[in-house]
């Protein structure tokens, strides 16, 4: 069965770095997919963070995080990353990995949208304290 697992979550002070990984398995790669980050906090909707497309690296990111966190493809290892730094209380959230999906653009500004990736994790969590 085609899956993909996540790792690295743990509890962090506001400030510090935190460095997730997503890997593939079952057969799964991420060879010519576009692969996602995307989080869920308790109450609230889940967000589209960061994805990128394979193998042209096309990058999307959300506002939120843009000039924090990093999505990178580690193309010999077929894994994918989330690098995040300066972390805010905000950041805390269930973070997810997905594949499958695609970036679109709305007129200049490209877009990524959770409901178009089909494989997903079970999720690794993020917590931020002051």
């Known amino acids: 069965q085609e899956q993909v697992a996540e790792s690295g979550g743990g509890v962090v002070q506001s400030g510090e770095s935190l460095s997730l990984s997503c890997i593939p398995s079952g057969g799964l790669t991420f060879g010519g997919s576009t692969v996602g980050w995307f989080r869920q906090a308790p109450g609230k909707e889940r967000e589209e963070i960061a994805c990128i497309t394979w193998p042209d690296g096309l990058t999307y990111y959300a506002e939120s995080v843009k000039g924090r966190f990093t999505i990178v493809r580690n193309n010999p290892q077929n894994t994918l990353s989330l690098q995040m730094k300066d972390l805010k209380r905000e950041d805390t959230a269930m973070y997810y990995c997905?594949?499958?999906?695609?970036?679109?653009?709305?007129?200049?500004?490209?877009?990524?949208?959770?409901?178009?990736?089909?494989?997903w994790g079970q999720g690794t969590q993020v917590t931020v304290s002051s």
């Open positions: 997905a594949t499958g999906g695609r970036i679109d653009y709305v007129g200049a500004s490209r877009i990524c949208r959770a409901e178009d990736f089909d494989v």
